[in-house]
């Protein structure tokens, strides 16, 4: 069977759906012909955005609601095959500072998802989005599925945390689920309002405006940047493979590049902007995880993927889009 037939007519509920990578998500499953519903609060401080699912808005269900209400989760739950949980607070560096509300939506709302499932006994499979930073400093190791974790951030405590729920209810009870450890990701439909995460985009819009971007340090630090639409590729395989079922999943594209040069890519391909390197914030330096590269072996074995896109075509895609469509997402 075929991706787009194992999605076509399957339920799929998606947490922060209006989001960047749920709303990316939205749009693939309906061209397979899934029916999606999403759940989103469009809290100001993230990426929510209806005009995300503006081409598609007659083809999903919306629940304009917050993941944390049970009364709203429950009935969403017992009508999916599969729930792709993304609802967050997504910035690391907020999370030092609104802790509780961290602890709330990046470890509660899983533990809710789960005992909802566990408790009405739904036949439901659980796809969850940690991040790259339980690892903490990689210490110039190449990152597999194996490498200990040391979070460095109370967000990246509160994705561990979520992870170790998600085992445990798999172990214990049998629900399906699924981890992604996912690297840096950045595309089309990802919020340009601040700089707190999700820097490709913000550094997009800043080369836009004909702005200097700052770059910490001697930008040396390498990372893995993963193109969106690779992303939702790597889901949508995994999700529908039966032996990713209870797996943590390496998300990357495998391919790690200096900082500086994400940002002179974008420079020369936006055609505006300038560039300038200060030294390193003393409350940043503690948490920088230092030199980032990922072994996706695990993900490729299980599923046949590969990446399709380098970064400077997914920035060029990126651009593209947002040359179009930049006042909606600033
Ligand atoms: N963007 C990244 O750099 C990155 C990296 C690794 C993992 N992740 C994880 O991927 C997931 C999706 O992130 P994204 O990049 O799409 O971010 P995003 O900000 O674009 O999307 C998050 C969505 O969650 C919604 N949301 C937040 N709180 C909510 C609540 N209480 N109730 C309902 N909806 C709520 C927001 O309105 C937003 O639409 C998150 O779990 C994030 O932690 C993101």
Redesign the pocket.
Same mark, same amino acid.
């Given at each position: 069977m075929s991706v787009s037939e194992y999605y076509h007519e399957k339920r799929i509920l998606i947490?922060?759906?209006?989001?960047?990578?749920?709303?990316n998500l939205a749009h693939k499953l309906v061209s397979f012909g899934a029916k999606v519903t999403i759940?989103?609060?469009?809290?100001p401080?993230?990426?929510?955005?209806l005009y995300?699912i503006e081409q598609i808005r007659t083809r999903v269900k919306l629940a304009l609601?917050?993941?944390?209400?049970e009364s709203l989760l429950v009935p969403l739950l017992s009508d999916c095959d599969i729930v792709f949980?993304? +609802? +967050?607070?997504?910035s690391y560096i907020d999370s030092q500072n609104i802790p509780f509300r961290d602890l709330?939506?990046?470890a509660r709302?899983t533990m809710s998802v789960l005992e909802i499932i566990r408790k009405h006994k739904l036949p439901v499979k659980v796809v969850?989005?940690?991040?790259?930073?339980v690892i903490g400093k990689s210490n110039d190791r190449i990152v597999d599925e194996t490498v200990p974790t040391n979070p460095l951030s109370l967000?990246a405590i509160h994705?561990l945390t979520s992870e170790k729920y998600l085992q445990m209810y798999h172990a214990d009870f049998g629900i399906p689920v699924i981890i992604?450890?996912?690297?840096?990701?950045?595309g089309i439909?990802?919020?340009m309002k601040h700089n707190k995460?999700?820097l490709v985009g913000w550094f997009i819009r800043m080369a836009m405006e004909n702005e200097t971007i700052t770059i910490f340090g001697d930008g040396r630090q390498l990372r893995d940047y993963i193109y969106v639409e690779d992303i939702i590729e790597a889901f949508l395989l995994s999700a529908a493979n039966p032996d990713s079922n209870g797996q943590i999943i390496n998300l990357g594209s495998g391919y790690s590049s200096e900082f500086g040069e994400m940002v002179n890519t974008i420079v020369e391909i936006v055609g505006s902007g300038q560039v300038k390197y200060v030294d390193w914030p003393a409350n940043y330096e503690r948490i920088e995880t230092g030199n980032f590269q990922v072994d996706i072996s695990k993900l490729k074995s299980l599923t046949g993927w590969s990446p399709s896109f380098t970064l400077e075509q997914g920035i060029r895609l990126t651009y593209e889009y947002y040359k179009s469509n930049l006042s909606y997402y600033i």
């Open positions: 947490t922060g759906g209006l989001g960047f990578l749920g709303s759940i989103d609060n469009l809290d401080l993230y990426g929510g955005n995300n609601g917050d993941i944390q209400d949980h993304f +609802a +967050a607070q997504v709330d939506l990046n709302t969850f989005s940690s991040s790259r930073m967000y994705k992604f450890r996912i690297t840096n990701p950045y439909r990802q919020q995460y999700s």
